[in-house]
């Protein structure tokens, strides 16, 4: 399009998960994302330097205190309004996911949220959410998700269940808009798809101990088979810190076939070269998945149909969804792989990945 201005003004609060490296690249690849368009104005949220150093992108304005922060955006976004220039001031949202209930302390917290959010709305900051995952609620979280969507100015979700889900839970402006991991590059050209010599699990412990069983059998059967059919050697690594003790618990129960090397506190550089030398990749981690297809690799998902919607809806919508491993059947196999698969995966990127930049264009220019 090329109606859209490069003069906007973002405001981000870069507060979130920070051991998770999944959150660091889309968020990363956000601010990516808007820099080409104007000004980006970072609150670091408490986040460690190491984590600020590895999300900014070089263009931000950095606040180290919240309430100068908030200062910044309220006096821009009153100097825009009274001014009536065409600069454009939005606040973008942490992309993630929103399902569950509340406790009280979660209910104050959501209140004070949606306050903001409404003197943001009256002084015409443009509020946004690019690829976030909704549901399911319960009716509290829902009436809270419906408050806010009032001042949000485009809200959107990553899987089509996700759009339907927040549509029929009365958030009436839902989109759709692409996981931000779509946006990442190979750290390695199209040759590293060929020669792969070990496998790569990765998994996340849930609160449900039949859900965790279920996946501790299943992960067994896997490993066996995957030794069979000669995938290599084992390999496991943990993308997000708190995977660590669980994923040493799963290396000792495979323990008696042959682990490569257990990666613990790899770097993000590393952990893309784990990924692109991986044959194949088991997980129930959405951004392992991702950015594992993205750097070379056939990836699984074992999941929990039911409790995993994320993973199942946006396998779904890749035209992927032969590859899940539900953990509540009878492991019947490893799923089969389309000989076409490497090309479909590039044409996955590179669909979502112009879906995500001209739609990002559209909301500027709209």
Request: aromatic letters at 14%.
């Given at each position: ?8 003004i973002f405001y981000f609060n870069a507060n979130t998960q920070h051991q998770n490296y999944g959150d660091l690249v889309i968020n990363r690849e ?124 485009w809200n959107s979700a990553r899987d089509s269940d996700s759009v339907s889900y927040g549509i029929e839970n009365g958030l009436v402006n839902m ?192």
């Open positions: 399009m090329t109606n859209v201005g490069r003069d906007n956000l601010l990516l994302l808007a820099q080409s368009y104007g000004k980006i104005n970072l609150f670091r949220g408490g986040m460690p330097k190491k984590y600020i150093d590895a999300v900014c992108v070089g263009s931000e304005k950095i606040h180290n205190n919240f309430y100068i922060f908030v200062w910044d955006i309220l006096i821009t976004a009153f100097m825009c309004k009274v001014s009536k220039s065409n600069r454009k001031v939005y606040f973008l949202l942490n992309p993630g996911g929103f399902s569950g209930g509340l406790s009280f302390k979660s209910w104050i917290k959501q209140l004070v949220i949606i306050l903001q959010y409404s003197v943001l709305y009256i002084l015409g900051v443009r509020i946004i959410r690019l690829g976030a995952s909704f549901g399911p609620f319960s009716k509290g979280r829902a009436y809270i998700e419906r408050l806010k969507n009032k001042f949000i100015y989109h759709f808009f692409p996981d931000l991991a779509f946006l990442t590059k190979p750290v390695a050209s199209g040759d590293s798809y060929i020669s792969k010599e070990y496998f790569l699990m990765s998994f996340r412990c849930e609160e449900s101990e039949s859900y965790n069983l279920n996946l501790k059998e299943v992960v067994a059967k896997i490993s066996s088979a995957a030794y069979s059919e000669n995938f290599g050697k084992c390999v496991f690594t943990s993308q997000v810190l708190f995977d660590v003790e669980w994923n040493i618990q799963l290396v000792e129960l495979v323990k008696r076939n042959n682990i490569e090397a257990c990666y613990e506190n790899c770097s993000e550089d590393e952990l893309m070269g784990v990924y692109s030398g991986a044959l194949a990749v088991f997980s129930n981690r959405l951004h392992v998945l991702l950015f594992a297809m993205r750097q070379g690799a056939k990836v699984f998902p074992v999941v929990d149909i039911y409790k995993n919607k994320k993973i199942v809806g946006i396998f779904k919508d890749i035209g992927l969804s032969d590859m899940i491993i539900d953990i509540n059947k009878p492991f019947d196999g490893i799923p089969n792989v389309s000989p076409g698969y490497y090309d479909i995966v590039k044409t996955i990127f590179n669909r979502n990945s112009v879906s995500a930049v001209s739609t990002f264009e559209g909301i500027l220019s709209s």
